[in-house]
């Protein structure tokens, strides 16, 4: 509807993950620096945190598409699993076709194909994303998996994802171990008023946006309203981008944006 008549190739505002839509702010920057030195410095696990909606996974999609050949990866989106299910997946994920029906055979295929990347020179990345989901036993699988090493190096570098409340969780008795094994964190924060600016315009451009203007008050509404954070600023973006449509302008102005702000407020 809209993209036609702004002759967008798609829409920008979608809140799919899309790595070619991530805006990095400098603390992107930095925590994606984070999780770089984390996984080559072998360093076992590796925590990234944030609220709701701040870009973890689009970064997680962006840290997997800059590790080359050297590394291998499998990515568990959905944690909430039984402890065996967990093993199940990871074993999927990394491509491994052997058969694994109990929590043994599964750690015993895990450490023969792991055994084999370090042979070749490689190294293994495990990503888990909402990690917060994850009981204290899928916590202490993971944990476990961490005990697959060499006398020199672990054998696998495996990064939480998760929100706030997941560093709570860590810092339970029953997961002390863990917790002390995480030598490497990072907490994603809102965007401040001047990265949320350039944040709609990097989505605009990216999609030939270029003669699509969003007037600094009309930002400074969404970000009022949003708090800096990517997803909730793109549902605003979205839905006044149509309303913009409907108005028949290429200016986003205050006005466009307070349709738009009226419509998620009788929404929700």
Same mark, same amino acid.
Do not use: W
């Given at each position: 509807?809209?993209?036609?008549?702004?002759?967008?190739?798609?829409?920008?505002?979608?809140?799919?993950?899309?790595?070619?839509?991530?805006?990095?702010?400098?603390?992107?920057?930095?925590?994606?620096?984070?999780?770089?030195?984390?996984?080559?410095?072998?360093?076992?696990?590796?925590?990234?945190?944030?609220?709701?909606?701040? &870009?973890?996974?689009?970064? +997680? *999609?962006?840290? $997997? /598409?800059?590790?080359?050949?050297?590394?291998?990866?499998? #990515?568990? %989106? =959905?944690?909430?699993?039984?402890?065996?299910?967990?093993?199940?997946?990871?074993?999927?994920?990394? &491509?491994?076709?052997?058969? +694994? *029906?109990?929590? $043994? /055979?599964?750690?015993?295929?895990?450490?023969?194909?792991? #055994?084999? %990347? =370090?042979?070749?020179?490689?190294?293994?990345?495990?990503?888990?994303?909402?990690?917060?989901?994850?009981?204290?036993?899928?916590?202490?699988?993971?944990? $476990?998996?961490?005990?697959?090493?060499?006398?020199?190096?672990? #054998?696998?570098?495996?990064?939480?994802?998760?929100?706030?409340?997941?560093?709570?969780?860590?810092?339970?008795?029953?997961?002390?171990?863990?917790?002390?094994?995480?030598?490497?964190?990072?907490?994603?924060?809102?965007?401040?008023?001047?990265?949320?600016?350039?944040?709609?315009?990097?989505?605009?451009?990216?999609?030939?946006?270029?003669?699509?203007?969003?007037?600094?008050?009309?930002?400074?509404?969404?970000?009022?309203?949003?708090?800096?954070?990517?997803?909730?600023?793109?549902?605003?973006?979205?839905?006044?981008?149509?309303?913009?449509?409907?108005?028949?302008?290429?200016?986003?102005?205050?006005?466009?944006?307070?349709?738009?702000?009226?419509?998620?407020?009788?929404?929700?």
């Amino acid at each position: 509807m809209y993209t036609e008549y702004y002759r967008l190739s798609e829409p920008p505002f979608s809140v799919t993950p899309d790595p070619k839509f991530l805006y990095m702010t400098e603390q992107h920057q930095t925590a994606l620096n984070y999780l770089l030195f984390g996984i080559r410095e072998g360093k076992g696990f590796v925590l990234l945190t944030g609220d709701i909606g701040t &870009g973890k996974t689009t970064l +997680c *999609r962006r840290l $997997l /598409a800059g590790l080359d050949d050297a590394y291998a990866t499998a #990515l568990i %989106l =959905n944690p909430k699993l039984s402890e065996t299910q967990l093993l199940r997946a990871v074993v999927r994920e990394f &491509g491994i076709e052997a058969p +694994c *029906r109990d929590r $043994l /055979a599964c750690m015993n295929v895990l450490n023969e194909f792991l #055994l084999g %990347l =370090n042979a070749d020179g490689r190294q293994a990345v495990l990503i888990i994303d909402e990690a917060q989901n994850m009981s204290s036993g899928l916590l202490e699988t993971a944990r $476990l998996l961490s005990n697959l090493e060499t006398d020199s190096h672990k #054998l696998l570098q495996t990064v939480l994802v998760g929100q706030p409340e997941l560093r709570a969780k860590l810092r339970a008795p029953a997961l002390r171990q863990l917790d002390q094994r995480i030598s490497v964190r990072y907490h994603l924060r809102p965007m401040t008023r001047p990265e949320t600016g350039r944040y709609i315009r990097h989505r605009l451009d990216v999609v030939g946006g270029a003669s699509l203007h969003f007037a600094s008050e009309a930002v400074d509404d969404i970000y009022r309203y949003s708090g800096g954070t990517p997803r909730v600023v793109n549902t605003i973006g979205d839905k006044a981008l149509l309303a913009g449509y409907v108005r028949g302008t290429e200016t986003i102005d205050r006005d466009v944006v307070a349709l738009a702000l009226q419509e998620l407020r009788e929404a929700a």
